[in-house]
């Protein structure tokens, strides 16, 4: 039977696969890290207080990088060249959603609305990134090789998430809200979108070197615009609303450091 669990099981057991997965998951990782090091590096004067989150974000995705590359390590893998159709921090950036690197990489102090937009795109990037480690932490939690590092990465992003909702709706109470809504929108919608195509792209790459045949990988991709339907006819919405999450400050510490993988 086809599910999510025997899917991600196929991938994992396959060396090749599982080498393709975890260097895109790294490498999109190493990418939000060094974008949250320059945002924390650029926040503006009255907003200083907050660049200590946004480096304790960039950390853990760091770490999350580190851990993904530990884990094609201790089965003798190198990591696998990206094709570009899968990155999705790039193609992000690339539509416009976030903010652009070439601001980034100028030195010049980010605004207050940089923050906000900021803070909007990770507010629908998180979501995704909690649902996804969610799903394979119920799957893979007590996996012998993989359940530390997918338990610590699900409860980062869970943090992440926390975190975006917590300060969006600071900046609402102060004036921001009808700002945010909006990014929000513009956000999810293009996010649901390149996610759509990346999952294909993905799926494309692991049929070929997984040998699935045509009706397996109709069938897959079939589902994967079937979830886009369902996104794009409202289940988007549940990566714009914001409410005062239960997990406060939640990152108001430094990172934690990343599991050993003998």
């Known amino acids: 039977m086809l599910s999510a669990k025997s899917l991600f099981q ?3 057991d396959n060396d090749e696969s599982f080498r393709l997965f975890c260097s895109i998951a790294a490498s ?26 946004i480096t304790r974000h960039g950390a853990d995705e760091d770490k999350h990088g580190r851990i993904f590359n530990a884990l094609m390590k201790k089965r003798g893998l190198e990591p ?17 959603i976030g903010l652009a690197h070439d601001k980034l990489k100028r030195d010049e102090p980010l605004t207050v609305q940089d923050i906000v937009t900021y803070l909007s795109h990770s507010r629908v990037t998180e979501q995704r990134a909690s649902e996804e480690m969610e799903m394979l932490r119920k799957y893979f939690g007590d996996h012998p090789d993989l359940g530390r590092a997918v338990k610590m990465i699900s409860n980062d992003e869970d943090n992440h998430l926390a975190y975006c909702h917590e300060e969006l709706l ?4 102060a004036g921001h809200g009808r700002a945010i809504q909006r990014t929000l929108r513009e956000c999810a919608l293009a996010e649901i979108r390149i996610y759509r195509d990346v999952s294909l792209a993905v799926m494309a790459h692991m049929g070929r070197i997984l040998g699935w045949s045509k009706p397996k990988a109709a069938v897959l991709a079939f589902g994967i615009h079937a979830v886009y339907c369902y996104e794009r006819l409202g289940g988007w919405r549940r990566m714009v609303s914001l409410k005062m999450p239960e997990r406060r400050n939640a990152l ?6 990343a599991p050993e993988f003998a």
């Open 10 to 12: 196929e991938i994992l």
């Open 28 to 53: 999109g990782e190493a990418q939000g890290g060094w974008e949250n090091a320059r945002i924390a590096a650029l926040v503006p004067a009255s907003e200083r207080e907050l660049a200590p989150k």
């Open 80 to 96: 696998a060249p990206v094709p570009p159709e899968t990155d999705y921090t790039m193609l992000l950036e690339q539509d416009g």
């Open 170 to 173: 600071r900046f609402a109470y």
């Open 252 to 257: 108001g510490g430094p990172a934690a450091a």
